[in-house]
């Protein structure tokens, strides 16, 4: 054996703990902001019953009929959790911030700008009730922060017309989808002006009837 090849072993390695790379690090932070976010979204308050009054519980078992959730159920609770914070959970808001949902025209009233308002949101001033706010109110459609399902957005607005001392009829999960592919390439919240000049009512086309075959 050559001698000079012996002699260029020159250690043992040594064990030592390599650095954690910095791709993986990285990759960590960005995967937990990820899933913060995710859980700040879709937690539903972390209750299990939030969308789905179904939800097998702790308790009694229900072995009676299966009921379908009211929409007014869910829709108290999506109040709750998205709108509650400015318009209070007494529909009445705050003076001068925040404008009432008990009694508003545009609760009660046009479905047609009710649907509106929740996709899009509004910006500037607004009157209800005869009280003047200037405001933004949030969008809740495509593009927004925080985005409701059609049947989401149904719920909660069947919910607000219905308490609070308002009567006025549900919306349907079909009268949110049409206008959210209405307004669909729209990229800035309602104003005022915008909201009065939709008209009142859904401007949809009734579906084609057909029409009876004429008798011979
Ligand atoms: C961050 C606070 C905030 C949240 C959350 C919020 N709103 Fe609003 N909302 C406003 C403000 C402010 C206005 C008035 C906008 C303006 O001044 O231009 C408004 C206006 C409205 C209006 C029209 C005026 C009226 O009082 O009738 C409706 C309807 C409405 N909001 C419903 C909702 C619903 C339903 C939710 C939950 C899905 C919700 N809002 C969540 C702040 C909020």
């Not at 072995?63 to 009211?70: A, E, H, Q, R, S």
Request: proline share 10%; glycine share 12%; charged share 15%.
């Amino acid at each position: 054996m050559n001698p000079s090849e012996q002699s260029s072993i020159s250690q043992a390695p040594t064990e030592r703990h390599a650095p954690i790379p910095g791709w993986i690090l990285g990759l960590g932070i960005i995967l937990s902001f990820w899933a913060g976010g995710y859980l700040f979204f879709y937690s539903g308050g972390f209750r299990g019953d939030v969308y789905d009054a179904g939800q097998i519980t702790w308790g009694p078992v229900n072995t009676g009929p299966v009921v379908p959730p009211d929409p007014k159920v869910i829709g108290k609770r999506l109040y709750t959790a998205n709108c509650a914070q400015c318009h209070q959970a007494s529909g009445l808001g705050q003076a001068g911030v925040y404008p009432p949902l008990a009694e508003s025209e545009w609760v009660v009233g046009s479905k047609n700008r009710l649907i509106a308002i929740l996709h899009k949101g509004i910006a500037g001033v607004i009157h209800v009730k005869g009280n003047v706010y200037n405001n933004n109110m949030p969008a809740w459609g495509d593009g927004a922060p925080v985005q409701l399902k059609d049947d989401q957005i149904a719920a909660v607005l069947t919910y607000i017309r219905s308490d609070w001392g308002n009567n006025a009829g549900p919306i349907g999960v079909e009268e949110v989808a049409a206008k959210r592919k209405e307004f669909s390439a729209m990229t800035n919240p309602w104003t005022e002006a915008g909201l009065l000049a939709l008209p009142e009512d859904s401007t949809t086309p009734p579906a084609p009837t057909a029409t009876p075959p004429a008798k011979k």
